[in-house]
């Protein structure tokens, strides 16, 4: 034993007998270890710091309305006419607006979506379920621009004439629209939160008799609720948030449904009154500041129905694992006696309503086939119950791939005579109108690749950070709230922030480097989520046997837990890609032009892009209908293309999972 | 091991492709590009941004301006008036464009900026093709906008078949130049009385000019650019039906046709080098030849 030295010291090593000065290779490895850590959690923290820096960017310039009008006012007041004398800036109705078309669009989505999840995880053969992922993800790619133009031209006419009313630019239309577009996500979030639940439990539930739909209904469906939460808290981001698409197709008149129920009568968003105001208003004015208060108001919203989803997904966790503690104990057993006469009150509730508001002749068959359900419920033999619920499942996952071919089959007819090798090689000339879309073409890929390559990083390391390195607490209770904040940040808001931030205050200018951070902040949240749920969905018994076999945590997380958590990761990136590649808003103020005569040199150069070209030539180059579609699908083309190689890589890395 | 082996060779090749594939779409581009050019060192570029309603008359006469100057690279993009000009005030574009005057807080913040008027535009009531209304009164389209006339029956003259004919009004958004000038301008229709609440936004021209295509009874207001055959613009008269005047470009260049508005470029102080001879470009004859084809109204 070395006693002149203080350091603690192995007395048997002869490394440290020779050599008493230096460290051993254990407390390297400790410090290793630490530095990662650290790194992890610098990569969490960017996400918190991206909420902060864009909050308090929209606080700042909404502050001038809210010391003029007063909250209250603000936030109460029925009239939006801001070009008015004096002018009147009250948000009520848009708010109501908000709320409605939102609700509308989940109602519409999520059971649509989890009978899809529910249809490709578990009931369809290996073919389809081949064919169905990589379409539904496709769904994910297509241009909000082209979601709109396809609500104004297609979806409001059918239901102009359908419904027999003077327009069709309604909240159903709206609905409808932000549900399709939402659908992608938590299709795709669910099947694979579904599909990772561990055999074992269904294998279980089988041997003791139940039937496949009674596993899936009380089996999969339950342990698999985090990533379906996940999945429809994603979505309901993506529809909250939406901007080009909404602002077309609901008509934009600021008044509320009257009765409220009226789901065919035009309403207006909060989103599109941001997305149609925005590049028109004088910086500076008190419509302006009007403009950003609506941003913090539609942030608070999310942050609202966020919490209330982590609630209720809680307290639906708790009760399932019987893990109550001392407050929850006592709502648990008052909740648990209270349960079925609320459910009589929930349901007479809704007979009333249906009564009410619907015409008899509606009124009288829907409450006899609630009525049957019910009646029939526990009366059914389990085998024709599983029918039933299959034929509801299989008619959902009909209906979503009926959506997609209606969407593309509009692109690709009136795409393909616009498709050439000129088209696609060329510049654009007489406004777009002739000529072709290379530089689009470029612009995008580089857009599309720098955002992915920011956002990846960052987020793979904050959700390692999340799930790895921390239990549930308030830190990562808070980290998890702005990332779902983040999330539910409308388009167009990215946008004005990476114009204040990127562009005027760091000086980027209108550059590339500019749109593909905003881009990047964008797909974070979508990013991070996905990678939490699939390593969440890694069991604990294998970090603990590696842990036990010796390895430091690094170790564990880069050889043990990453590997079956990449088809997830990959599943999240391909969303990713998707949305960065078509979205306008984000990059419309902060990195493209219109036309450029060279491409872009350096990433401080402007470029052009696909989705950006597309929303000039179709709202302001008339006589460009074809080179408009054609523009769509060289859009869808590439989104295509990248999807095929991100797709092939999650494949790979999933057959060597099964082993 | 060899699992391992073959996954990152997978990835490698992966990636390989896609770094080969961008390099080589680069590298093709660029030598297109500079083939038969002089070398980039001498290229003036200048950035042009600001309201969507200018855009193709900047656009269009860019390209002509570049044909015949090889050395010029004149950037644009659209992002509305108000961006156009906070952009041109902190000074990151060369020229911002608007269709609209100055507002009077930009006024202040930006007191440098010099107005420079390129065209003229004139805004056309439109209706269905399919109404068979062949003319109508100013007051009466302000009635329509503020809500006292609520079906087509109350036009003379207006008759949707096989509906009810219920009017459906379109409009542009609060912060547009074009709706600005429809609703207070002295020439313009409504001149004050704010529009009916359930009035429809669309912004653009291009979405107003589509649902008006398409929805049976509406009735809205476009640029003269935007009319085409999907759309019937209406004459107006004020006072006397026989003198009702066609939404044409020589109405509104001989001052028949009241309903029109400027459109402007904003330099941050007066335009030097590539800017200033952009700008003479369009307000020479070439230039405002280029501005009428694209359905605008020239200023000589």
């Known amino acids: 034993m070395d006693l002149n030295t203080g350091t603690k010291q192995d007395p048997l090593s002869p490394r440290t007998r020779r050599f008493p000065q230096t460290h051993t290779t254990a407390q390297l490895r400790e410090r290793k270890e630490k530095a990662i850590k650290t790194v992890w959690f610098l990569t969490a923290l960017s996400a918190i710091l991206a909420i902060l820096f864009i909050l308090l960017f929209l606080l700042r310039d909404s502050l001038p309305i809210f010391q003029q009008v007063g909250i209250e006012q603000f936030l109460s007041g029925t009239t939006w006419y801001p070009s008015g004398s004096p002018p009147e ?168 449904p009257d009765p409220i129920w009226n789901i065919l009568s035009p309403v207006r968003t909060l989103t599109g009154t941001l997305g149609i105001e925005m590049g028109e208003v004088a910086v500076g004015s008190d419509h302006y500041a009007a403009l950003f208060g609506l941003a913090v108001v539609l942030l608070a919203i999310t942050l609202i129905i966020n919490t209330v989803a982590v609630v ?123 000529g072709g879309i290379f530089p689009a073409i470029v612009g995008t890929l580089y857009l599309v690749f720098g955002a992915i390559l920011f956002a990846l990083p960052f987020g793979v390391g904050a959700a ?134 060279y491409l872009p040199s350096s990433l401080t150069d402007p470029v052009m892009a696909l989705p950006y070209h597309l929303y000039i030539l179709a709202t302001n180059v008339p006589g460009s209908s074809t080179n408009k579609y054609g523009t769509a699908l060289v859009l869808l083309l590439l989104v295509i293309g990248i999807y095929a190689v991100a797709i092939m890589m999650r494949s790979h890395f999933q057959k060597k999972l099964r082993g | 091991m060899n699992s391992k082996l073959s996954t990152s060779l997978f990835v490698t090749l992966g990636l390989l492709v896609l770094l080969i594939g961008a390099m080589a779409v680069a590298g093709c581009t660029d030598n297109a590009k500079k083939t038969g050019e002089l070398p980039p060192l001498q290229k003036q570029s200048i950035k042009v941004s600001g309201s969507t309603t200018v855009l193709p008359i900047a656009q269009k006469a860019a390209e002509a301006y570049m044909a015949t100057h090889p050395n010029a690279d004149i950037q644009i993009s659209g992002g509305g008036s108000g961006v156009g000009v906070q952009q041109i005030g902190e000074k990151t574009v060369d020229i911002g464009m608007s269709s609209r005057d100055l507002k009077a807080t930009e006024n202040t913040k930006y007191p440098d900026l010099i107005k420079h008027i390129v065209a003229k535009d004139g805004i056309a009531i439109v209706v269905n093709p399919k109404n068979e209304i062949k003319g109508i009164q100013a007051a009466a389209v302000a009635d329509i906008y503020a809500g006292k006339i609520t079906s087509w029956t109350q036009v003379p003259g207006a008759h949707m078949p096989d509906t009810n004919n219920q009017i459906v009004v379109i409009g542009r958004d609060s912060a547009s130049g074009t709706r600005e000038f429809f609703d207070t301008h002295a020439n313009g229709i409504l001149k004050g009385t704010p529009p009916t609440k359930s009035m429809l936004e669309k912004n653009s021209n291009g979405a107003v000019t589509q649902t008006i295509a398409q929805t049976p009874g509406a009735i809205g207001y476009v640029s003269i650019g935007f009319v085409d055959k999907s759309v019937k613009a209406l004459p107006i008269w004020w006072n006397d039906p026989s003198k009702a005047v066609e939404p044409t470009k020589e109405n509104v260049l001989s001052g028949a046709y009241p309903i029109n508005r400027e459109l402007f470029m904003f330099t941050n102080g007066q335009p030097t080098g590539l800017a200033k001879d952009y700008i003479d470009f369009i307000l020479s004859p070439d230039g405002q030849k280029i501005a009428v084809s694209e359905g605008y109204v020239s200023l000589i």
């Open chain 1, 464 to 597: 390692i950070y999340l799930i790895e390195y921390t239990k549930e607490g308030n830190v990562t209770r808070i980290i998890r709230t702005t990332v779902d904040l983040l999330n539910g940040t409308p388009s167009i808001v990215f946008g004005l922030f990476g114009l204040a931030f990127l562009v005027y205050f760091l000086k980027f200018g209108v550059s590339l480097i500019a749109g593909q951070i905003t881009l990047g902040l964008m797909v974070l949240p979508t990013i991070i989520r996905a990678t939490e749920e699939s390593l969440k969905n890694i069991p604990q018994s294998l970090r603990e046997g590696s842990l036990a076999l010796g390895a430091t945590r690094w170790q564990t997380i880069y050889r043990v837990v990453l590997p079956p958590a990449i088809p997830g990761i990959m599943t999240g990136t391909i969303l990713s890609l998707g949305r960065a590649a078509g979205e306008t808003a984000p990059i419309m103020f902060t990195a493209v032009v219109f036309s450029q005569r």
């Open chain 1, 89 to 256: 800036y009250g948000i009520f109705v848009l708010i109501v607006g908000t709320v409605l078309v939102t609700l509308g669009a989940m109602v519409f989505a999520v059971p649509l979506s989890i009978g899809c999840a529910i249809y490709i995880a578990e009931l369809a053969p290996l073919w389809a379920k081949n064919i169905l992922k990589p379409a539904i993800e496709l769904l994910a790619g297509i241009p909000s621009v082209v979601y709109g133009f396809f609500g104004l031209i297609v979806l409001t006419d059918v239901i102009r004439t359908t419904f027999d009313i003077p327009t069709g630019e309604t909240w159903l239309a709206g609905s409808i629209l932000l549900g399709i577009m939402a659908l992608p996500t938590i299709i795709s979030i669910s099947e694979d939160a579904i599909s990772m639940v561990p055999k074992e439990y269904k294998e279980g539930s089988l041997a003791i008799g139940a039937t496949r739909w009674q596993t899936i209904s009380q089996v999969l469906i339950p342990s698999a609720l985090s990533g379906i939460t996940a999945a429809v808290i994603l979505g309901f981001g993506r529809a909250i948030g939406e901007t080009m698409a909404v602002l077309m197709v609901t008509g934009n008149a600021a008044i509320i």
């Open chain 1, 312 to 434: 209720i997904l809680t307290n639906i966790r708790q009760r399932q694992a019987g893990s109550y503690s001392g407050k929850g104990a006592i709502m648990q057993n008052l909740t648990g006696r209270l349960r079925r006469p609320l459910i009589i009150c929930g349901l007479l509730s809704v007979v009333t309503a249906i009564i009410v508001i619907a015409p008899l002749t509606i009124a009288l068959p829907v409450l006899v086939v609630l009525g049957a359900a019910y009646f029939f419920k526990d009366r059914l033999k389990p085998h024709t119950s599983e029918q039933v619920a299959f034929c509801f499942i299989t008619a959902a996952a009909i209906i979503v791939v009926l959506i997609l071919v209606i969407l593309l089959q509009d692109i690709v007819i009136h795409g393909l005579p616009a498709l050439s090798w000129e088209f696609l090689t060329q510049s654009p000339k007489d406004l777009g109108r002739a």
